[in-house]
């Protein structure tokens, strides 16, 4: 099979201009509006309440994607706005010029769900001769203006590539031009869709992670809202296939046991190194003196970005650089000892440190603790993977010459992709006591060794690639010794 295959796995013992780590954000859930087909792009809070609406109290994603946005971490965000089977959309029929009217253009709204009562269409005379003009405003506001439509199929066709709100459907008007034009009107509202969302289940939610294509990017995932116990399963899985890190947390008002139960059903050797789970809910405001408590993976995943924006994904994202700017506090106060039990039992706490809210671990639910006890080397191996292979594709189908010189090109493009990493810090170089550098913490293997014969014959070309991540400081020991007044210190 023709392409770009890479592979990770984990090597124990002794031993870029590749942007530090991708900060998006993918989040599947229920909202307002939005595409129920495609994953829909968000890069601010205006575009999150263009795009998927506003606070609804049966979602989570509009206070969580607001936290990302908010916390001035987070950057890119994707939804897969989520429906039931029986979904439908607000609609509005337009009539003719005729002198007995009849129905000539449908007017729809883009997506299912009862938002679209907050629409109104209005028809004008064109700008030109034998036109006409769609006004849509959302909440008595123009939002989207359409001018010299000429025919009922030009509705059709403008709205489907320009608009974000409606569609058009030319309903073939027997009138004679100009007559089949649609008539004259003041704004006109739209009927109510439904969403169905009482069919939606967390199984529907765990589906829709579909959406999210793995050539969308490494990243972080979530299903905010939902329990780890009910979509946990699915983000795994989703992370596995797609190189991403998914976030987790427990139900509203778990207690610490139930929170290191919800890790215990997740942890895996296999597979848990993608996956975090986060403890407890936080606090965030609403508007005025306001707020309420929501799930934390919106402020968690705004962390990540904040640390991957500063170094890479080998940066945890706890600690000072996750001191909250947005979020209020956390649901309950952890003490120094429930922290510990909750890190000792793979579960990443959010405290109060010094007054201020703040992520204070970066576990993996992994239960090989010795490779992935945290996620920066899932996180890292996630990256350099994803980048690897678009570097890489440029040599797809190349001619393999008997000198090396294509195997030589694909030694040297890795090595361009790792030794920044090192530079940056993010791979752990091992240095002599005189500073000389005795490895440089990757290592690439393009040999004959690697490159038998057969293995070329076959129309593949190999390449071996070993890193080894940098560790992170989780705690940092100091000793105090009081020396007496005759003694050396």
């Not at 870029?16 to 991708?22: F, I, Q, S, Y």
């Not at 029929?93 to 299912?112: F, G, H, K, Q, Y």
């Amino acid at each position: 099979m023709p392409g770009v295959v890479v592979r990770t796995a984990t090597r124990s013992g002794p031993a870029t201009d590749a942007a530090p780590g991708e900060a998006r954000y993918f989040v599947a859930g229920l909202t307002e509006l939005g595409d129920t087909a495609a994953a829909i792009r968000i890069r601010s809070t205006i575009e999150l309440e263009q795009l998927t609406g506003t606070r609804v109290t049966y979602g989570a994603i509009y206070d969580d994607l607001r936290t990302f946005f908010e916390e001035g971490g987070g950057s890119e965000a994707w939804v897969a706005r989520v429906v039931g089977a029986a979904a439908t959309v607000g609609t509005l029929s337009l009539v003719d010029r005729a002198v007995a009217p009849v129905a000539t253009v449908r007017i729809d709204a883009a997506n299912p769900g009862a938002w679209s009562t907050r629409l109104t269409v209005a028809v004008e005379a064109g700008s030109n001769a034998s036109t006409y003009r769609l006004r849509v405003h959302l909440d008595g506001a123009q939002v989207e203006s359409f001018d010299n439509l000429a025919t009922p199929q030009d509705a059709a066709d403008t709205l489907l590539s320009r608009s974000v709100y409606i569609r058009a459907t030319n309903l073939g008007s027997a009138s004679v031009a100009p007559l089949n034009l649609p008539a004259i009107a003041g704004p006109v509202a739209l009927s109510a869709g439904t969403d169905d969302r009482a069919a939606v289940t967390a199984t529907t939610v765990g589906n829709a992670l579909g959406r999210f294509s793995a050539d969308l990017g490494t990243g972080a995932v979530a299903t905010p809202g939902y329990a780890s116990s009910q979509t946990g399963a699915a983000l795994r899985t989703h992370a596995i296939a797609t190189r991403r890190i998914a976030l987790c947390a427990p139900a509203l008002g778990e207690t610490i046991i139930g929170a290191i139960a919800a890790a215990d059903s997740l942890a895996t050797v296999d597979g848990g190194e993608h996956v975090g789970l986060f403890y407890p809910w936080i606090r965030i405001p609403t508007g005025g003196a306001t707020s309420k408590l929501v799930s934390p993976e919106g402020y968690v995943a705004a962390c990540r970005s904040r640390a991957q924006r500063e170094a890479g994904p080998w940066r945890a994202p706890a600690g000072e650089i996750a001191i909250s700017a947005f979020v209020l506090g956390v649901e309950r106060e952890l003490t120094r000892a429930e922290g510990d039990q909750l890190d000792e039992e793979r579960v990443s706490a959010i405290r109060t440190i010094n007054g201020t809210t703040r992520l204070y671990g970066w576990r993996s639910l992994s239960t090989d603790e010795a490779n992935y006890a945290l996620l920066t080397g899932r996180d890292t191996l996630n990256l350099l993977a994803v980048t690897a292979k678009a570097r890489l594709e440029q040599y797809v189908f190349h001619t393999i010459d008997g000198r090396g010189h294509l195997l030589r090109d694909v030694e040297a493009e890795l090595v361009g992709l790792l030794d920044p990493l090192r530079q940056l810090g993010g791979l752990f170089e091992r240095i002599s006591e005189d500073g000389t550098s005795l490895d440089p913490g990757y290592s690439v293997d393009v040999s004959p060794a690697v490159n038998t014969p057969s293995v070329l014959a076959s129309n593949e070309i190999r390449a071996v690639v070993a890193v080894r991540v940098s560790p992170v400081g989780q705690l940092v020991s100091l000793t105090i010794v009081k020396a007496g007044l005759g003694a050396t210190v």
